[in-house]
């Protein structure tokens, strides 16, 4: 075999090994760190997710006073949850909003892992008050009517229903989410009912606080809101 031949013959042998080298040793590509195992469906997001430079205004509905609620700032972020094989990541998101004297103060959204039809939302709001306790106020994976409960500062959860129209002020929205938080206090037995309504494209319209020495209740008035 003459130099030239054993030449191809050995170029011929490397290009064989890097064929098969892509095609039987080559390590596979991992999932991708930036897209989580749950995100935030459509469904979700025409419910919760708003973009900053939203604001709504709500109105006392004792006083008729009405304040603005702007969302100033908002972050992304990915989450882990879960240890071992049931680990699993999450797409969550923050609202913060101005002071205001409509009692919020930021709200965070986070996919679930629950399996459920397109058409039904995954994801969950916790909304924060003033006074730094929070409760969970949207959940409409859980089934209607359940008492869930959910422990420590967030109580009781309970998806209560989906009214097809309401009215609150003079607009009537459609497709509306009403849930309730109930917390208890053992110290003096009181239970505490947060009642809140949200609708679709505009998020939370109605919510109302209620025990037996008080009640406060805010109604939306008007709402300027941006989304993807």
Known sequence: MDRLSRVLLFIGFLVLMGFGACHQGGTPPGPDPSKPDYDFSQSSKDFLYFLP????????????????VKLFS?????????????????????????????????????????????????TAERIYFNDNHYKIAFAPMYPFGQRI???GEEGTFINKELIDQMTVGEKVYDSVYHSISEDYNAEAPDTVFYNFYFAKHFGLIKYNIIHKNSAVSFSLLESNVLQD
Do not use: C
């Open 53 to 68: 430079n939203s604001y709504w205004v709500y109105q006392n509905d004792s006083t008729l006073n009405a304040y603005s």
């Open 149 to 151: 409960l959910l422990g």
């Open 74 to 122: 908002a972050h992304e972020e990915i989450r882990q949850s879960g240890a071992g094989a049931s680990q699993y990541t999450y797409n969550a998101y923050w609202m913060y909003y101005t002071n205001n004297d409509a009692g919020l103060q930021k709200g965070e959204i986070f996919a679930t892992n629950f399996t459920i039809a397109d058409d039904i939302p995954n």
